[in-house]
């Protein structure tokens, strides 16, 4: 409870501090208004253009692409130490000064970054999100709310534990791995449409891998009442658990890349 208290306030003071310049804030928020509609544009014109994506119909992928980016960019705003600010911490020597503090390093890292123009991006999927569910007809009931919460807590947990591989790499390279990307933001491109309009390297990729399929496809789809590859209805509680498993893998793994951890001597 400490660490929430201690996280809650150092996002605070970094939101302060962001909002200090507030035009510089507000034409970086809008130009990722800007590209997230643009995304949004893509979904719109498939849909415009297709009645149906293999059995899906254009509400459906209106809510699948809300799901992602809500998801997404969720932990962007939260998590930026993490998912962007990690590799020039080791190479300016910043991380240096985090271990010799009282606290653990991941949740330093955790408490030093967060993106608030990411707030357009979540309007952008929360709009979509809405307009998916409204669309589809989504009969909402307190089960499908717990699932949606899950799903994205979950989801959270996952792009969390992928980018974590990026830092881990950098603390043995100390520059960035783009090949990373191909998981995290490629994923995010991917995902954004049902898993099982791809090939099966595709699906298997995002179910093994970087298990998008469980943590967002499974509960996304039985909330739409179109379960995926026809599993029963307990899948959509469980198999979000694996963005939890993932994430604690990874932590695990990073505690022991810091052990290797050099300084760049910056």
Not at 4 to 15: A, H, N, P, Q, T
Not at 39 to 48: A, G, P, S, T
Not at 85 to 102: E, H, Q
Not at 192 to 214: C, E, G, K, M, N
Request: glycine share 8%; proline share 4%; with cysteine.
């Amino acid at each position: 409870m400490d660490i929430f208290r201690l996280y809650i306030k150092s996002i605070g003071m970094l939101l302060k501090s962001h909002l200090q310049y507030t035009s510089s804030f507000i034409m970086q928020a809008l130009a990722q208004l800007v590209m997230e509609g643009g995304e949004m544009m893509v979904v719109i014109l498939i849909v415009d253009r297709f009645e149906s994506l293999k059995g899906w119909s254009g509400s459906n992928l209106y809510f699948f692409f809300g799901m992602m980016s809500v998801s997404f960019y969720l932990t962007e705003f939260f998590g930026r130490g993490i998912t962007g600010d990690f590799p020039s911490m080791v190479r300016t020597g910043r991380l240096d000064t985090f271990l010799v503090r009282p606290r653990g390093v991941l949740t330093q890292v955790l408490c030093a970054g967060t993106d608030p123009r990411r707030i357009t991006c979540i309007a952008v999927g929360t709009a979509a999100l809405i307009m998916g569910s409204r669309l589809s007809g989504i009969s909402w009931n307190l089960l499908k709310v717990l699932v949606l919460v899950e799903s994205i807590a979950m989801s959270m947990l996952l792009i969390l534990g992928l980018f974590m591989i990026e830092a881990i790499f950098s603390i043995f390279s100390v520059k960035s791995v783009e090949l990373v990307n191909a998981i995290t933001y490629g994923g995010r491109s991917a995902c954004q449409y049902p898993i099982d309009i791809y090939p099966v390297p595709l699906r298997a990729l995002f179910t093994v891998i970087a298990p998008f399929a469980l943590t967002l496809h499974v509960p996304a789809s039985w909330i739409l009442d179109k379960p995926l590859y026809g599993w029963p209805m307990w899948t959509a509680f469980v198999m979000p658990l694996s963005g939890a498993v993932v994430f604690a893998v990874m932590t695990g793994v990073f505690h022991l890349a810091l052990r290797h951890y050099r300084s760049t001597g910056s």
